[in-house]
């Protein structure tokens, strides 16, 4: 059900072929480009119609792609072509001109074709390091809808700016169960509306890890499995919600592959952008609002603005669901009015957001469940949960910050509802995102989990707790949890 099925990309040949990562027209080029170092070495008879066509196939797909746009991974591809037509033309044009033909000794010529085959290995190398995101199939019986709202809240001021008269303004993302598009329907975006949007998050993303941007050029070109403003899901059924808070600088699109899976099983995803504080948020009058919030590396500084950080994040999130409760209700006009059930609420975030979850669900007894995904708890006072809890976390290591765990661990504890802490060997920080899908697999930072299992680990197991707190679904979640990971339950009363 995760398998991935390739799908065109923004209607281009930027298509991506599952397990390669490259278009038809890159995978085309290659083979063109090893063909014109290769007929340097072949017999006689056979180098002038393999030049020939190798240059066509060549020319060809340059030509196209310098249309729809070159990703960066093709350069080295077209560089090592561009050297070796020289020698690979010169003998032709000798011939037509009755020259004598002149070859380089093959001691001379080798480290030359060396050199250009191993430029041109580098495209595929790196369009798999790289590529443009494929998305996991949804797996569940519904079509995926999305759509983006604007909400402001007008009694609570923007701590981030000195202006007395801003008020705080959050833009969420919305994945719902919808009915089947047509086949030619055109898929949302991945991190915008619009290819302006995506561009200005992925290159926002990009600063505020440290990387180029052009690295991750594929990311805006993705499309995803869900359609824009797509009609609900016929009937008149209720969907229990489920709102969403990034990682630090992280944005709302950041775990699409999860929340996609959630919508097609019938639950409504609130994804939220938190302005100045995710990487970038474009805002319906076109302003852009840049991240003012970051880490500085020392941990008990970071430990007191984590504090404030999760107080905003978290009424953010009651605020939201407070926007949901009127949407549903119908004082404000909108396709999902009746459709869903806010009385079965859960709060979730990644990172941060998994600690402002925390701190939301403490506050506010309207959320029914509590997944966390490797965040770090920052209530100073530990107030007790009264709410089922799932945490996921990575694998721990010498490296892991020594007051993550026993925080997280006395959070369990004290809480006045069954609570599961769930370690997946094999898992980093980022396998609990879409991160996987398009950065290259370094165990320490993305987990050895690969591709594919990453966003199914995640969404199975959640999916499954989910169903259990919220729709009260007699499965055997334990079970469930521990063919993941070391599971401990933590049972209210039992606090050793």
């Given at each position: 059900?995760?398998?991935r099925?390739?799908r ?21 080029a290659?083979?063109?480009?090893v063909a014109l ?14 030049t020939?066509?190798?240059g ?11 249309v ?7 350069l080295?591809?077209?560089?090592g072509?561009?050297l ?17 033909a ?5 001691w ?15 495209g ?38 000195a ?17 089947k ?11 915008g509306?619009?290819?302006h ?9 990009a ?12 990311v805006?070109r ?7 403003n797509a009609p ?22 950041q775990?699409t ?12 995803v ?19 609002i ?19 950080w ?30 869903l ?13 998994g600690?402002?979850a ?7 007894r ?9 965040g ?16 996921l ?82 499965d ?9 990971g ?11």
């Open positions: 059900m995760w398998h099925v390739p065109p990309q923004d209607g281009r040949v930027t298509e991506i072929i599952t397990g390669l990562s490259m278009s038809p027209l890159e995978l085309l290659v083979p063109g480009a170092v290769v007929a340097r070495w072949l017999p006689r008879a056979a180098r002038p119609r393999v020939i066509a190798a066509a196939v060549l020319a060809l797909s340059a030509i196209v792609l310098s729809v746009g070159i990703r960066w991974q093709m080295p591809v077209l560089t072509a561009a070796a037509l020289p020698s690979a033309l010169s003998p032709l044009l000798r011939r037509r001109t009755g020259r004598p002149w070859r380089a000794r093959w001379l010529a080798l480290p030359g074709s060396v050199a250009c085959i191993g430029l041109i290995a580098t595929p190398v790196a369009a798999w390091a790289f590529p443009v995101p494929v998305f996991p199939e949804p797996s569940g019986r519904f079509a995926v809808g999305t759509r983006v709202v604007q909400w402001t809240d007008p009694h609570r001021p923007e701590t981030a700016t202006d007395p008269r801003d008020r705080r303004t959050v833009v969420v993302q919305l994945w719902y169960p919808a009915r598009s047509p086949a030619g329907a055109q898929r949302a975006r991945y991190l509306r619009t290819e949007e995506a561009r200005t998050v992925s290159d926002a993303l600063r505020h890890v440290g990387l180029p941007g052009f690295l991750v050029d594929g805006p993705a499309r995803t499995h869900s359609v824009f609900v899901a016929g009937g008149s059924g209720r969907f229990p919600v489920v709102l969403f808070s990034p990682g630090l600088g992280g944005v709302r699109t775990n592959a999860w929340a996609e899976e959630l919508a097609s099983h019938g639950y409504v609130a994804a939220l952008d938190h302005p100045y504080d995710s990487a970038a948020v474009v805002l319906a009058d076109g302003r852009t840049t991240a003012k919030v970051t880490s500085t590396g020392d941990p008990d500084k970071d430990e007191k603005l984590g504090i404030g999760t107080a905003v994040r978290a009424a953010d999130l009651s605020f939201v669901l407070t926007q949901l409760g009127r949407l549903d209700r119908g004082e404000t006009a909108d396709p999902l009015t009746g459709r059930d806010t009385g079965r609420a859960a709060v979730t975030g990644h990172s941060i957001g600690g402002s925390v701190q939301a669900a403490r506050q506010d309207r959320f029914d469940a509590v997944i966390d995904l490797d770090y708890p920052y209530d100073p006072t530990s107030r007790p949960l009264h709410q089922p809890t799932l945490a976390t990575q694998a721990i290591t010498p490296d892991t910050d020594p007051r993550y765990i026993p925080r997280l661990t006395k959070v369990l504890k004290h809480n006045t509802a069954t609570s599961y802490r769930l370690t997946v060997p094999g898992a980093a920080h980022l396998t609990f995102m879409d991160a996987p899908l398009y950065l290259p697999p370094v165990p320490s930072i993305l987990g050895s989990l690969g591709r594919t299992e990453s966003p199914h680990l995640v969404a199975a197991t959640t999916l499954a707790f989910l169903d259990t707190t919220l729709r009260h679904r007699p055997a979640l334990t079970a469930v949890l521990s063919a993941y070391d599971l401990t339950v933590y049972h209210p009363g039992n606090r050793r």
